[in-house]
């Protein structure tokens, strides 16, 4: 860590050592921005011009071009989203909890519209850097996470970096100029101090691509000075003996202090159960100097051990040692051709203007007033004397038609700087054919943007880096923040200091509505190939119309509505179903009871049927007793009279027998129908 005159020293040093190389990128750059904005002459053109009495016709092709591909990104721009590797409960939780925090404040901080910013800015001057700080000005616990986009003539960073992330980048210097009230709400503790300072508009030779700094005669300013430096930092950390889980000690906790924790914990289990480490970890340091005075002495004032920066970049080479090219613009390329044409659109201009008034051949002396020569162009009226022949004393000069080639040139370089771009006619969405759908016109807008994937990928990679940082900033939010805008309890891991290092990535999703139309299409489209789970409900949440809320409000009252009859009608019916289970209960009892009864009046008839049979045995016992009796009379008849009386009585006692084996008969029946069929008596 550096103090006193050493930041002053170190700041000379590494912006001197750095400007170096950066100079010759920045004036590039310049240069592009230059051509974007519409001055695409140079100093040489601009006086061969004005000497040869021509107009300076500027036909920027640049800024469609830039214009076109910017916004193709703000039509497809990403959300960023945390997801959470693993499939623990505990990092599902935390994810969704950073996820909706960090949508918060892309969209109420304007992150989106940042990120944007940021990409126009490295399209046109190959590299703008995102800053994010807190500020307090509303939040005075918490803070809110602010977005800064620098542009590329406010920094001086390492120049042989090469990892996007700027880990291998050993410093940054930037610079502001701010008035000495905002000065002192940067650093209040320092006021006495900031008052002191003289202001100047006379800026020093540092910086000199900032707007103010050739600003003499404006407003005087303070130059705020920033240098951050990688560095390290001893840190304290906890390791289970059992587990080799490790816990780092916060940043400020000191030796003495981790170590009466490690021997607390251990005297609780009279045993070494965990050990106390310590190393060194990567960090940075911030130095603000203003006015060229040390006014802090490092610390990462963050929390983060890392810049606030991430950088946007259009294309990066780092391997090559000529830093005007190693890193360069989308624009870069277009700016020769873009040359050639303004040329020879100025040329074809001017043929077409030498036409309207080509001058005239004439004889000294024979004209009035010599002037009306040079002005006929515009009155057309030349006074001759009287002797004046016209056709021989004066006459018109014929000019050659302009030639077709300089047209077609033209053409020419217009469609070299499309092509030097990677663009084509189908990406300002001019179709390739006389009669074609909108939606192949589309696709075919689609695919002409294959070429600039490459921005898109950096660009890709600068959003992740960047949510990266927020999800950092957000750990040290207060408990009443985060269940504020999550709507639910903190997560157990939301501030594990590891989360975003191993458990979480920082992807990208829907946003736009112009991504929305298209999700919406490929469901719709998917709804009418066969995919039944795709329902009605889900079509209007994901359609992208206007009212929505209004309309789903609606919906939602419509269903319950619907949900609330079809109840009733459901409870009609169970009640319904309920009676004429009742009524077919009844009827089974009724029956029950009527077949009750008839098995009692079926038992009856069989106590009748045994009475009956046993009065019938009894008269056949009383039958047999008379024929006993009769027997004994018969002793005294003659024989034919015997012959009649025994045939008498067989034929009662047969009748008998068929009378017996009826009624049995009758009997078995009512026995096996359990008295439901009738007895016959």
């Avoid at 701010?178 to 202001?199: F, G, H, Q, V």
């Avoid at 759908?437 to 950096?458: A, D, E, F, K, R």
């Avoid at 067989?650 to 008969?665: F, G, N, S, V, Y």
Wanted: charged share 25%; aromatic share 8%; glycine share 4%.
């Amino acid at each position: 860590m550096l103090h006193g005159k050493e930041i002053l020293t170190a700041f000379n040093d590494r912006y001197t050592r750095d400007y170096e190389k950066l100079n010759q990128l920045q004036e590039q750059s310049r240069i592009d921005m230059e051509f974007y904005l519409g001055k695409q002459y140079t100093l040489e053109e601009q006086q061969y011009l004005l000497e040869n009495n021509r107009s300076m016709i500027t036909n920027n092709m640049i800024r469609r071009a830039v214009n076109v591909v910017h916004g193709e990104q703000c039509l497809n721009r990403l959300s960023s989203i945390v997801t959470n590797v693993n499939d623990i409960p505990e990092e599902v939780e935390a994810s969704d909890q950073h996820s909706s925090c960090v949508q918060f404040n892309m969209q109420k901080r304007q992150g989106y519209n940042h990120i944007s910013e940021c990409y126009l800015g490295n399209l046109v001057t190959a590299i703008n850097f995102s800053e994010i700080y807190t500020d307090y000005s509303t939040d005075f616990e918490d803070g809110d996470i602010t977005f800064l986009r620098i542009p590329y003539n406010a920094v001086i960073w390492d120049p042989y970096f090469q990892n996007f992330d700027l880990s291998d980048c050993n410093d940054i210097l930037r610079r502001k100029y701010i008035s000495k009230e905002t000065a002192i709400s940067l650093l209040p503790e320092r006021t006495k101090d900031i008052n002191k300072l003289k202001l100047s508009s006379e800026p020093d030779d540092k910086f000199p691509y900032i707007p103010y700094s050739k600003n003499y005669n404006g407003s005087e300013m303070l130059s705020y000075d920033e240098m951050w430096l990688r560095d390290t930092r001893v840190c304290h950390y906890m390791v289970n003996m059992q587990t080799n889980d490790i816990i780092e000690f916060p940043t400020k906790t000191t030796k003495r202090e981790a170590q009466k924790v490690v021997d607390e914990i251990n005297g609780i289990f009279k045993k070494e159960t965990v050990k106390l480490i310590q190393k060194y970890k990567p960090t940075v340091n911030l130095y603000v100097l203003i006015n060229g005075e040390p006014f802090t002495e490092g610390g990462d004032p963050n929390d983060i051990d890392d810049y606030p920066f991430t950088p946007f970049i259009s294309f990066h080479n780092p391997e090559y040692d000529d830093f005007s090219y190693n890193m360069q613009s989308f624009v870069r390329a277009a700016r020769d051709p873009q040359c050639e044409l303004n040329k020879r659109v100025s040329k074809i201009i001017d043929m077409i203007d030498s036409r309207i008034y080509n001058g005239h051949y004439f004889k000294p002396g024979k004209v009035v007033d010599e002037d009306d020569l040079f002005t006929a162009g515009n009155h057309g009226n030349i006074a001759l004397k009287e002797n004046a022949v016209i056709g021989q004393d004066i006459a018109p000069i014929q000019m050659p038609d302009v030639p077709q080639s300089i047209f077609a040139m033209k053409d020419t370089f217009d469609s070299y700087i499309m092509k030097s771009l990677n663009l084509n006619d189908s990406t300002f969405g001019e179709q390739q054919s006389g009669q074609q759908s909108g939606y192949l016109t589309m696709l075919q807008q689609s695919s002409s943007m294959v070429g600039i994937q490459p921005l898109l990928n950096n660009l890709n990679r600068s959003q992740q880096l960047l949510t990266q940082k927020i999800v950092r900033f957000q750990q040290k939010w207060s408990d009443k923040k985060i269940e504020r805008i999550s709507g639910n309890p903190v997560a157990t891991m939301f501030r594990d200091k590891d989360l975003s290092k191993y458990d979480i990535i920082c992807s990208q999703g829907a946003l736009t509505n112009h991504q929305k139309q298209l999700q919406f299409s490929q469901m719709v489209e998917l709804r009418q190939l066969g995919v039944e789970e795709i329902t009605g409900s889900m079509l209007l949440k994901h359609a992208p119309i206007q009212a929505k809320t209004e309309l789903l409000k609606e919906v939602e009252a419509n269903a319950q509505a619907a949900s609330q009859q079809a109840q009733k009608m459901e409870e009609l019916q169970m009640q319904q179903l309920d009676i004429q289970n009742k009524l077919s209960e009844a009827e089974i009892v009724s029956k029950l009871s009527l077949s009750t009864e008839r098995e009692a009046r079926a038992k009856a008839d069989i106590g009748l049927l045994i009475e009956r049979t046993s009065e019938s045995k009894q008269n056949q016992s009383e039958a047999v007793l008379n024929q006993v009796k009769a027997a004994a009379e018969i002793q005294g008849m003659e024989q034919d009279q015997l012959m009649s009386a025994l045939q008498f009585v067989m034929e009662l006692q047969a009748k008998a027998e068929i009378d017996d084996k009826e009624r049995e008969i009758v009997s078995s029946n009512v026995a096996e129908s359990g008295g439901n069929k009738p007895v016959n008596t």
